[in-house]
């Protein structure tokens, strides 16, 4: 599972370096991941904001996640600042997790990697 897991990711992370503004996850030399999911992170430089590229992928019949969620920033803790956590609520604002489980296809997965690319077109 976590061999399929691994070649899935490296698979989206060289199709993620071809594909502005769509940053792939930093894995530090000497660890590994499970890949329990697989984060991306949208910068300033992609034409679409994440809430848009969530909706347009499903739209698109692909299925993702908003990638991060700070409890701060939940309803059952608000007003409990304030908090100046400008790293974790960028992160909140441009994460998404891509479809990423041990059977996934090649196929959906390049399906994927093609509507991340159109998308990526977006004017």
């Given at each position: 599972?976590?061999a399929?897991?691994?070649?899935?990711?490296?698979?989206y992370?060289?199709?993620?370096?071809e594909?502005?503004g769509?940053?792939?996850?930093?894995?530090?030399?000497?660890?590994?991941?499970?890949?329990q999911?697989y984060?991306?992170?949208?910068?300033?430089?992609?034409?679409?904001s994440?809430?848009a590229?969530?909706?347009?992928m499903?739209?698109r019949?692909?299925?993702?996640?908003?990638?991060?969620?700070?409890?701060?920033?939940e309803g059952a803790?608000?007003?409990?600042?304030p908090f100046?956590l400008?790293?974790?609520?960028?992160?909140?604002?441009?994460?998404i997790?891509?479809p990423?489980?041990d059977?996934?296809?090649?196929?959906?997965q390049?399906?994927?990697?093609d509507?991340?690319?159109e998308?990526?077109?977006?004017n």
């Amino acid at each position: 599972i976590l061999a399929s897991r691994n070649a899935l990711a490296d698979r989206y992370g060289e199709a993620l370096r071809e594909i502005p503004g769509l940053v792939p996850p930093h894995v530090p030399e000497g660890t590994r991941t499970n890949y329990q999911s697989y984060p991306v992170r949208g910068t300033a430089e992609f034409p679409i904001s994440r809430d848009a590229l969530m909706q347009a992928m499903l739209e698109r019949g692909v299925s993702s996640r908003r990638g991060i969620m700070n409890a701060h920033q939940e309803g059952a803790y608000a007003g409990s600042g304030p908090f100046d956590l400008p790293q974790s609520e960028s992160a909140r604002d441009g994460v998404i997790l891509l479809p990423l489980y041990d059977s996934l296809p090649v196929d959906d997965q390049d399906y994927v990697i093609d509507c991340l690319r159109e998308l990526s077109a977006t004017n």
